[in-house]
């Protein structure tokens, strides 16, 4: 009844799904918990430290930037066409994995970076066969280095975003010359400010070089557990939308470049866990997209529905297990 009912596009589905995201967030609700501004970009710090007088204040803000990065994933795929078909599947999905584990209930950097990324995705998409690119390829440059700006290791989302130009457009020089002005534009007004108030080492050194080389790479216990029975449902999705879902109703030139644009933000998403201060669920953001965007397929075209429903409600149990089960 979920799936099918999720299928739609129905007005309801935009009260009910904040609803469904305010339960899976609880435990942040209850049991609020602050972010760790040392160390961090100097954009997410600029925005998190008014809220660090209130622990419930942090875990509010977080929920509705999850919310916003939800609707607007799914205003991307339904914008595209790229699942074939609109309904609110996509925001079920990207709220579902979002909040899978405990660990995840928090006001992290990524929830910033992930805005910024998804509406760099959108701009890099607008590129295709489109006559005067040069402005969302310049968009698209300057919303990464946003991004890092609250989360340094985004900034590798500018190799993804001169390869999507590639993938999308003829070869050009002058598209990825102006990628990397829209991208190095942010840090000179950034380097600038440092400069002039508090020290360029203060930004080079603090905030991007210290994190990476005091990064925990240690894969503890209590992640185990949460995260294997994630990689199991996305093994048994993945495997359940083989030859159908995304690409089952849609076989144009544009959606496979669509497609082949996501592959590659799935590869440059996985190489930049290699910077991450921590070996994290949160940082696996730009890698996990491509794959929601397979999962939603299944569900949205799967012809044996009772099987996805179960699916479904299996992972919803594991999340609430998760939640309820593990950390209290």
């Known amino acids: ?18 609803v469904i995201a305010a339960l899976l967030w609880l435990p942040a609700f209850i049991h609020p918990a602050l972010p760790a501004v040392k160390h961090q970009m100097p954009l997410f710090e600029l925005m998190v430290k ?26 991307i795929i339904d914008k595209y066409e790229i699942t074939g078909k609109r309904s609110y599947l996509p925001v079920l999905m990207y709220i579902v994995f979002t909040s899978f584990s405990p660990e995840l209930l928090w006001l992290h950097p990524g929830l910033f970076a992930n805005i910024f990324i998804l ?51 003829p070869f050009s020089w002058r598209l990825w010359v102006i990628v990397l002005l829209g991208f190095l ?29 005091d990064r925990n790479t240690v894969f503890n216990g209590e992640m185990a557990q949460p995260y294997s029975e994630l990689i199991l449902f996305l093994g ?28 590659w933000l799935f590869v440059i998403g996985v190489l930049t866990l290699l ?37 479904m409600w299996m992972l919803i149990l594991t999340i609430a297990y998760n939640h309820f089960g593990i950390s209290h």
């Not at 007004?189 to 990476?212: A, N």
């Open 50 to 75: 008014p809220l660090l007088s209130n622990p419930l204040l942090c875990s509010i803000a977080a929920f509705f930037l999850l919310i916003i990065q939800a609707f607007l994933f799914n205003y």
């Open 185 to 213: 534009l942010p840090y000179i007004y950034v380097h600038t400010w440092y400069f002039l108030f508090e020290g360029t080492e203060y930004l080079w050194i603090d905030r991007v070089l210290f994190p990476v080389i």
């Open 236 to 263: 048994i999705a993945a495997v359940l939308s083989i030859g159908r879902g995304a690409d089952a109703a849609n076989r144009s030139v544009q959606h496979r470049s669509t497609m082949a644009v996501l592959r």
């Open 275 to 311: 910077i991450t201060p921590t070996l994290s669920y949160i940082y696996f953001f730009a890698a996990l997209l491509p794959l929601l965007v397979i999962i939603t397929g299944y569900f949205l075209w799967a012809r044996m529905v009772w099987v996805a429903e179960i699916i």
């Open 1 to 18: 009844m979920l799936v099918r009912f999720f299928r739609s596009h129905q007005p309801v589905l935009l009260i009910i799904i904040p």
């Open 119 to 169: 509406l760099a995705l959108n701009r890099v998409l607008a590129t295709y066969r489109n006559t005067s690119a040069l402005s969302p390829c310049f968009d698209a440059g300057f919303l990464i280095a946003l991004a890092s700006l609250f989360y340094f290791p985004a900034a590798l989302m500018v190799i993804f975003v001169m390869i999507a130009v590639l993938v999308l457009l």
